[in-house]
C-alpha cells in the first residue's frame, strides 16, 4: 500500500523556509557592518541550528517513509521457475524450442531466461 507522502513533503518545504527566513536575517544583519546588526546575527544563530535541526528531523522521516514504500528490489530480481515454464529435457535444461503461444504465456523475466539459455521460439 502506497503511503501519501505529501505531508512529509509538506513538513519538509515548511522547515526549509524557516531556515530560509532565518538565514535570510542572519545575513541581512551581518550586511549591516555595524555592531548592532553583528550581535543581532549571533542572537540568530541558535535559532538558525533549531531550524537545520527540525529540517534534518523531517528531511529523515521523509526519506524513511520514502523507503517503506519502495518495491523490494531484491524480491523483484527473483525470478521463480513458473508453471508455464517449458519442461526440460530430463537433464535440468530447459527445452530448446518452444510454440509462440507458449512463449507469449511466459512471464517477461521467464521469456528473457529461456532466450538467454539459448531457447528458441517456433512460430
Excluded: C, W
Excluded at 15 to 25: N, S
Excluded at 33 to 53: F, N, T, V
Excluded at 95 to 113: M, T
Excluded at 114 to 123: H, M, P, S
Amino acid at each position: 500500500m502506497a503511503t501519501d507522502l505529501k505531508p512529509y513533503f509538506d513538513a519538509v518545504n515548511s522547515a526549509q523556509a524557516e531556515v530560509d527566513r532565518i538565514a535570510h536575517d542572519l545575513d541581512t544583519a551581518m550586511a549591516d557592518g555595524s555592531d548592532e546588526g553583528k550581535l543581532k546575527a549571533l542572537e540568530l544563530q541558535p535559532q538558525l541550528d533549531g531550524a537545520l535541526s527540525k529540517l534534518d528531523e523531517a528531511s529523515g522521516l521523509y526519506e524513511t517513509r520514502q523507503k517503506a514504500d519502495r518495491p523490494n528490489d531484491i524480491a523483484k530480481n527473483y525470478v521463480p521457475l513458473s508453471a508455464n515454464t517449458p519442461a526440460g529435457n530430463g537433464e535440468g535444461n530447459q527445452a530448446s524450442e518452444i510454440e509462440r503461444g507458449e512463449f507469449n504465456k511466459l512471464s517477461v523475466q521467464d521469456q528473457a531466461l529461456f532466450i538467454r539459455k539459448g531457447g528458441t521460439v517456433r512460430d
